[in-house]
């Protein structure tokens, strides 16, 4: 249930506060928790506890992260897996009466998606079993601070999906124990896209995608628009195989993915025409996504 957020919600009989980076100390829920000596939890060490003694697949990188472990998690969840899922923003496939801000799902299938972030560092809390990186670029740290971060993180893990067109995380690589690749130019990566194949629309895009470890090919079909998301399927698609998943079902999966609210989010159209788009992008490779994605088309 919701409690205002003046403190008087937190009683001596409160069995923990659940706090994130952005949350001050003067906040006065928190100030109640010091108060009444109530348990103080950081939100990344809740969810390294939920999530590294399962099979988990954790989404990390600069850009992308959330709709990657939306991608992934409806991946999972079309594949049988019955997944929990833990994400930045609202899933759209998984909105209904009961769940407006369907950011979370809880599944029984002992399978854990979560994106996890670099931003203050609790990257480091995490074992996954599979590690996602798509890319590393300056935002909230130097870059030899996230060489560090993401490289130690890759190395915890029992297999990582990387991205290859990315110069940063392909540097990376040998930090792995395990590696499934993936890129749109590569010609290294296992997972990759047959040149030519790319036709991108106002709201969607298709390619073919390779699977070069067997010359097997498929061909996705997405609902969201722009080359940032063929990444982002490439990345859910990479993970999910390094999970079990085969390449095949994750790509069939994709088809149906809806997307999630406040990514390139078409809210409507007006009365005179005008197409309103809600978008969240908040750093410049997000921004130039965007912008690129727009100017795709007329």
């Not at 599944?107 to 809390?125: R, T």
Request: include cysteine; hydrophobic fraction near 45%; aromatic fraction near 4%.
């Amino acid at each position: 249930r919701f409690l205002p957020q003046d403190g008087s919600g937190v009683t001596e009989r409160t069995a923990g506060v659940v706090v994130s980076t952005a949350i001050e100390e003067d906040n006065a829920d928190l100030a109640a928790a010091r108060r009444w000596q109530v348990p103080v939890i950081h939100r990344a060490e809740m969810l390294a506890q939920v999530a590294n003694p399962r099979r988990c697949i954790a989404v990390t990188g600069t850009s992308g992260k959330s709709t990657v472990t939306g991608m992934a998690g409806w991946i999972m969840v079309q594949a049988g897996r019955d997944p929990t899922i833990m994400n930045g923003a609202v899933m759209k496939n998984f909105v209904a009466d009961d769940a407006p801000f369907a950011s979370a799902r809880v599944g029984e299938g002992g399978v854990f998606v979560s994106e996890v972030d670099e931003s203050d560092g609790s990257i480091a809390l995490y074992n996954p079993t599979v590690a996602v990186l798509g890319n590393v670029s300056l935002d909230h740290k130097s870059l030899e601070e996230l060489r560090e971060l993401f490289g130690d993180f890759l190395s915890r893990a029992d297999v990582a999906a990387i991205n290859l067109d990315d110069a940063e995380t392909a540097a990376l690589a040998a930090r792995a124990k395990a590696l499934v690749t993936f890129a749109i130019a590569s010609p290294d990566a296992m997972i990759g896209v047959a040149q030519g194949s790319v036709v991108e629309g106002p709201t969607s895009l298709a390619a073919t995608v390779l699977d070069r470890r067997d010359g097997t090919a498929h061909d996705l079909a997405l609902k969201v628009p722009g080359r940032h998301n063929l990444f982002n399927a490439l990345a859910a698609i990479a993970a999910c195989n390094a999970a079990g998943v085969p390449v095949g079902t994750a790509i069939a999966a994709l088809a149906s993915f809806s997307g999630l609210a406040r990514r390139f989010d078409i809210v409507g159209t007006s009365a005179r025409g005008v197409t309103v788009i809600d978008d969240f992008g908040h750093n410049p490779d997000k921004v130039a996504a965007t912008l690129a994605t727009l100017k795709a088309h007329p």
